[in-house]
């Protein structure tokens, strides 16, 4: 879910977002974000609870050891060439929890 998005000129959006998926990003969300980050050729980083420190959101090392849970804030930033699309694109990842089925519950 997103808690505030800023996209500026100059080649240069943020998103932050607020993890809802319920475990958090795990295996195959890291990979689909590190895809899907990969395709732009902007420079795109991502910081977890504002510790300062920030990854290269096109690394999965790097996106699977910063161990993102549930209930975590990530900044993502990119710079360059088609910066606002690829936030927009990675914001709505998370908007649509990375379009995982939930399971279906049948009526009695």
Excluded at 62 to 71: C, F
Aim: glycine letters at 10%.
């Amino acid at each position: 879910m997103a808690l505030n998005g800023t996209g500026s000129t100059g080649g240069n959006a943020s998103v932050e977002l607020m993890i809802t998926h319920g475990v958090g990003l795990h295996a195959r969300p890291s990979v689909v974000f590190t895809r899907l980050a990969k395709s732009f050729p902007c420079t795109i980083e991502i910081e977890v609870n504002r510790s300062g420190l920030w990854l290269n959101a096109k690394s999965i090392v790097k996106v699977m050891g910063a161990r993102i849970r549930k209930g975590s804030t990530l900044r993502i930033r990119a710079r360059g060439l088609r910066a606002d699309e690829a936030i927009a694109m990675l914001e709505a990842l998370f908007v649509n929890d990375f379009a995982e089925e939930r399971p279906h519950v049948r009526g009695a």
